[in-house]
């Protein structure tokens, strides 16, 4: 964790700072709690990386903010070479309403586009983005989700080939699966884990750390499968607001497999075993 010395701290938009402790808030940003003026904000800070690091974030907390309770944003912007967000500070509460986060992300799915992807790609993250404007979910999901991550998993000697023999049926599978359906693009979270989610201390959810782009919206749901944390009520919250389509439970194994693949790429063969369960399933 960087040491954030006076001047530093000087430039942040407040008159007086009174306490800054670190605190946990994930693997890839430092994390603070920050009283000054008065007031609790939570901040974070990306070493070296400068401001464009938390433009996309910002991007999706603005577009979550039409159908979702997101956090407030005070700003980002850059410190010498570091990137920061200054946000209010949320007291959290241990469980909540998952009926009521259900119908959340469900109405943040209704928000529709034309196409599939996003104005701006995501560099600077440990998976690099390419959101380009695509008419065709298979085309984009294999090409900008899928072949990069398989790509990197060959650099990084993650990859064999039996891993290759059963991504090759996978991908055939799903095209002629999804080509049959017509797939609205929606607004995704784009990376929907239960740590991702919170309730304030009314017990209401809100959505944190978007890496949002328009997609089927069945991925959103896919990716809450894999490591668990919602319950029965967030399915049925979101089907009583915008039903999913039939066999959806069966078709989030595709959706899946891309969330274990991150996974494999970021973390290493601990998730090789999980990875190959879902691929010897099309061998």
Do not use: C
């Not at 954030?4 to 709690?33: A, H, M, R």
């Not at 943040?108 to 995501?122: A, E």
């Not at 072949?147 to 049926?169: C, F, I, T």
């Amino acid at each position: 964790m960087k040491k954030l010395n006076e001047k530093w701290l000087s430039q942040l938009p407040f008159n007086k700072i009174e306490q800054l402790t670190p605190v946990s808030g994930g693997d890839i940003n430092d994390s603070y709690s920050l009283l000054a003026d008065n007031k609790k904000y939570f901040m974070k800070v990306q070493p070296n990386r400068g401001k464009k690091f938390f433009e996309h974030e910002a991007q999706g907390i603005h577009l979550l903010s039409k159908a979702a309770r997101v956090p407030h944003i005070i700003q980002y912007g850059q410190i010498e070479e570091d990137g920061f967000l200054i946000q209010d500070w949320i007291n959290v509460k241990n469980n909540g309403d998952q009926y009521e986060l259900g119908k959340m992300v469900a109405n943040v799915h209704k928000i529709h586009n034309s196409k599939f992807g996003l104005d701006k790609n995501f560099d600077l993250g440990k998976i690099p983005k390419n959101n380009e404007w695509n008419n065709s979910w298979t085309d984009f999901y294999i090409d900008q989700r899928l072949n990069p991550l398989v790509h990197m998993a060959q650099k990084n000697g993650l990859w064999n080939d039996s891993r290759q023999k059963g991504y090759e049926k996978l991908k055939k599978n799903f095209i002629s699966e999804f080509n049959e359906r017509d797939i609205t693009p929606s607004l995704l979270h784009g990376d929907l884990w239960s740590g991702n989610f919170m309730f304030n201390e009314k017990g209401l959810p809100l959505l944190i750390d978007p890496d949002v782009f328009y997609g089927d919206r069945e991925m959103d749901i896919g990716i809450t499968t894999v490591f668990g944390g919602f319950n029965e009520q967030f399915y049925q919250g979101y089907n009583a607001e915008y039903p999913l389509e039939q066999g959806w439970q069966q078709r989030l194994i595709y959706y899946q497999f891309y969330y274990l693949m991150a996974h494999l790429n970021l973390f290493g063969e601990t998730y090789g075993f999980a990875v190959d369960n879902i691929l010897n399933k099309f061998i």
